[in-house]
């Protein structure tokens, strides 16, 4: 079955750390992998796609296939990073479905 | 601006009851979906529709019916087979012509039991 996993419900750091929000999938065809981010009072967006190999925001988050991971990171940390993250996959395909985590909640304290 | 509108913002059903809640975009996309936002278990999906005049269940359909007459509507019926209807429902569309393209949001309504 097709599942993603994020196993942190809150991560809270201090501004300036470094970050990782972690997430797991199990499929076992090619997936392509997301994370869409929710500010407070805004609408849930995409931050970043694996295809694309960039980095939005400073952060960046690198597929690897052989520990199902899709981990999202950041060298350090800013207040303006505090939302909800969630990790999603798109089968292979063009369905568009999209499984999604069940969110992480990222709090930088000043 | 375009963009996906969901009305109403709040929505409040009565026992046997069943109420509409509302999609459009203006986006120009053929693929509109419907999750369902509950604490704890991130978005699962009800509905999607890859274009108009058809739709496939997601993975918690029972109790929701959708219809996609217009490219640019998407609405989502909850009916009284829905046991628990209390959660935060988010519509969602994409350009399924290429693949992995984004999805995008609208601001969700959410709805409670009376």
């Known amino acids: 079955a097709q599942r993603v996993t994020q196993p942190e419900k809150l991560l809270s750091v201090f501004k300036g750390a470094p970050v990782e929000l972690k997430c797991n999938y199990s499929y076992s065809g090619s997936p392509e992998l997301f994370w869409y981010v929710q500010y407070s009072r805004q609408r849930l967006q995409l931050l970043l796609r694996?295809?694309s190999r960039e980095s939005i925001k400073g952060f960046t988050a690198d597929l690897n296939k052989g520990e199902t991971s899709f981990h999202l990171k950041k060298p350090f940390a800013q207040e303006e990073d505090s939302a909800m993250y969630y990790c999603?996959?798109?089968?292979?395909?063009?369905?568009?479905?999209?499984?999604f985590g069940q969110g992480t909640t990222l709090q930088v304290k000043p | 601006d375009g963009g996906i509108t969901q009305s109403p913002k709040y929505l409040f059903r009565k026992e046997g009851q069943n109420v509409t809640l509302s999609c459009e975009q203006n986006l120009n996309h053929d693929a509109m979906y419907w999750y369902r936002q509950d604490p704890g278990q991130g978005l699962r999906l009800i509905y999607y529709?890859?274009?108009?005049?058809?739709?496939q269940k997601g993975d918690i359909a029972e109790g929701y019916s959708v219809s996609r007459e217009k490219k640019e509507s998407f609405p989502l019926t909850v009916t009284s087979a829905q046991k628990n209807p209390t959660a935060f429902y988010l519509c969602a569309s994409s350009d399924n012509r290429v693949r992995n393209q984004p999805q995008h949001f609208g601001d969700g309504t959410r709805l409670s039991i009376l």
């Open positions: 694996h295809i």
């Open positions: 999603a996959l798109s089968r292979s395909g063009n369905t568009g479905k999209l499984i």
């Open positions: 529709s890859q274009i108009v005049n058809d739709f």
